[in-house]
Nanobody, 116 residues
Framework: QVQLVESGGGLVQAGGSLRLSCAAS????????MGWYRQAPGKERELVAA???????NYADSVKGRFTISRDNAKNTVYLQMNSLRSEDTAVYYC??????????WGQGTQVTVSS
């Protein structure tokens, strides 16, 4: 059973930084793509950033230049470095991993709160 374990959320002041981590366990398969989504109260879940096993990345326009996604394939782990955080970045952040062999999995979510 694949599990995604997230860490790194919390409370930070506007302009600050946080780093999220998400490790996939329970499988020897490498995730084809891993990414981060977020959902703010009253809003739909949206893609923040994604990265393939080959290193290709995709970012939401709202976070370009501020957030950086990276991954460690040896650990099946994805990271999201978030800088210059804004109050509008406040949301629950969800890790996502897509496996060609196994399908798609979600983490339990981690709260990021940016105070202004």
């Amino acid at each position: 059973q694949v599990q995604l374990v997230e860490s790194g959320g919390g409370l930070v002041q506007a302009g600050g930084s946080l780093r999220l981590s998400c490790a996939a366990s329970g499988t020897f398969f490498l995730a084809n793509a891993m990414g981060w989504y977020r959902q703010a109260p009253g809003k739909e879940r949206e893609l923040v950033a994604a990265i393939t096993s080959g290193g290709s990345t995709n970012y939401a326009d709202s976070v370009k230049g501020r957030f950086t996604i990276s991954r460690d394939n040896a650990k099946n782990t994805v990271y999201l470095q978030m800088n210059s955080l804004r109050s509008e970045d406040t949301a629950v952040y969800y890790c996502n991993a897509a496996f060609i062999q196994l399908g798609q999995y979600w983490g339990q979510g981690t709260q990021v709160t940016v105070s202004s």
